[in-house]
């Protein structure tokens, strides 16, 4: 088995103006989760309808398993799983049934797709619900459904595209179990995400794409590493916070703003100056601190730092964020 499962390079797409891919590189390993982010607008969603054969690059390469996703569609798609932001599931027909409706849509005789999906919800502990109506079943239970019905022809790469948007803690730690008992049983996962923390939770290694490019690749410590130590400042007084930002920007040497929390300035900061000299060097020009904290960046401040936007925040552009609902080759 290589190494290497995907390998795209230089892909490019573009829709009317809007240039939604521009020269993308990404490289999947085998036995892996790789975390494609970026904000609403920025590819991802060109990007997996591009990999699993929905779309054809307008430039570029990319295989799977070794087989291009242009020439080779047909055998690219026997290799893959693709669950998208919606369950494209049938609410009359019970979890069984479900799966038993996707083994035959996936051309395995009835006797094996009987098999097949009971093994699925016993594994994946869906058993005790497997009868039950999925109209009848939590949000959390119909994602894991919708899940292992990706999984009827043992897919070597599963796409997945937002897999806990809009679950409860509860039903969104239940999906991360999921996934990392995927990966357990041998299926590689490239999946996007607007939940920085899933991301740093399930990734391997994280690609930001912004803008149709990759801006940043590796895993998430490389990625926070690379931004450096930064600093928060909590301000006795607000109305000291552009004065204060333009004196922790000349005592760091780095751009300081407007904090994520009241009352604050952040910024990158030298590991080597200390919260006492920051608080010493605002005092001098009459900015009193009540806290000064310095911390390793999270990935929510990396993804702020490289893309200039939060995560899922941005105009959408090209494809619609709904364009990869449902699920292929189930």
Same mark, same amino acid.
């Given at each position: 088995?290589?190494?290497?499962?995907?390998?795209?390079?230089?892909?490019?797409?573009? #829709?009317?103006?809007?240039?939604?891919?521009?020269?993308?590189? *990404?490289?999947?390993?085998?036995?892996?989760?790789?975390?494609?982010?970026?904000?609403?607008?920025?590819?991802?969603?060109?990007?997996?309808?591009?990999?699993?054969?929905?779309?054809?690059?307008?430039?570029?390469?990319?295989? %799977?398993?070794?087989?291009?996703?242009?020439?080779?569609?047909?055998?690219?798609?026997?290799?893959?799983?693709?669950?998208?932001?919606?369950?494209?599931?049938?609410?009359?027909? &019970?979890?069984?049934?479900?799966?038993?409706?996707?083994?035959?849509?996936?051309?395995?005789?009835?006797?094996?797709?009987?098999?097949?999906?009971?093994?699925?919800?016993?594994?994946?502990?869906?058993?005790?619900?497997?009868?039950?109506?999925?109209? &009848?079943?939590?949000?959390?239970?119909?994602?894991?459904?919708? *899940?292992?019905?990706?999984?009827?022809?043992?897919?070597? *790469?599963? #796409? @997945?595209?937002?897999?806990?948007?809009?679950?409860?803690?509860?039903?969104?730690?239940? %999906?991360?179990?999921?996934?990392?008992?995927?990966?357990?049983?041998?299926?590689?996962?490239?999946?996007?995400?607007?939940?920085?923390?899933?991301?740093?939770? @399930?990734?391997?290694?994280?690609?930001?794409?912004?803008?149709?490019?990759?801006?940043?690749?590796?895993?998430?410590?490389?990625?926070?590493?690379?931004?450096?130590?930064?600093?928060?400042?909590?301000?006795?007084?607000?109305?000291?916070?552009?004065?204060?930002?333009?004196?922790?920007?000349?005592?760091?040497?780095?751009?300081?703003?407007?904090?994520?929390?009241?009352?604050?300035?952040?910024?990158?900061?030298?590991?080597?100056?200390?919260?006492?000299? %920051?608080?010493?060097? *605002?005092?001098?020009?009459?900015?009193?601190?009540?806290?000064?904290?310095?911390?390793?960046?999270?990935?929510?401040?990396? #993804?702020?730092?490289?893309?200039?936007?939060?995560?899922?925040?941005?105009?959408?552009?090209?494809?619609?964020?709904?364009? @990869?609902?449902?699920?292929?080759?189930?």
């Amino acid at each position: 088995m290589p190494e290497t499962l995907l390998e795209a390079e230089g892909l490019r797409k573009r #829709f009317g103006t809007t240039q939604a891919l521009d020269g993308v590189d *990404l490289t999947v390993p085998n036995g892996s989760i790789i975390g494609l982010l970026g904000p609403n607008g920025a590819g991802k969603t060109t990007m997996l309808r591009v990999l699993s054969t929905l779309t054809r690059p307008d430039a570029g390469r990319a295989t %799977i398993a070794g087989f291009d996703v242009v020439r080779d569609a047909a055998r690219v798609r026997s290799v893959i799983g693709l669950a998208g932001q919606s369950a494209a599931l049938d609410e009359k027909l &019970t979890g069984y049934e479900n799966l038993l409706m996707f083994g035959r849509l996936s051309r395995l005789t009835e006797r094996d797709a009987k098999a097949r999906a009971t093994e699925l919800l016993a594994h994946y502990d869906l058993a005790a619900a497997a009868d039950k109506l999925v109209s &009848t079943y939590s949000g959390g239970m119909r994602r894991r459904l919708d *899940l292992i019905s990706s999984l009827i022809v043992s897919p070597r *790469l599963l #796409f @997945l595209d937002e897999p806990t948007t809009g679950l409860d803690p509860r039903s969104r730690n239940e %999906i991360w179990a999921t996934v990392r008992q995927l990966v357990a049983d041998g299926t590689t996962v490239l999946l996007t995400t607007q939940y920085l923390d899933e991301a740093d939770q @399930l990734a391997d290694r994280i690609t930001i794409v912004d803008h149709g490019r990759v801006v940043a690749d590796g895993t998430p410590g490389m990625l926070k590493s690379a931004i450096g130590t930064r600093v928060r400042v909590q301000l006795a007084d607000d109305a000291d916070q552009a004065r204060a930002a333009r004196a922790l920007t000349e005592l760091t040497g780095s751009p300081a703003g407007p904090g994520s929390r009241p009352h604050t300035i952040e910024g990158a900061c030298d590991p080597a100056l200390k919260a006492p000299a %920051i608080v010493r060097g *605002l005092d001098v020009v009459g900015i009193a601190a009540e806290d000064v904290l310095l911390h390793t960046p999270s990935l929510d401040e990396v #993804f702020l730092t490289l893309t200039g936007s939060q995560a899922g925040v941005s105009t959408p552009a090209g494809v619609p964020a709904d364009a @990869l609902e449902g699920s292929v080759n189930r």
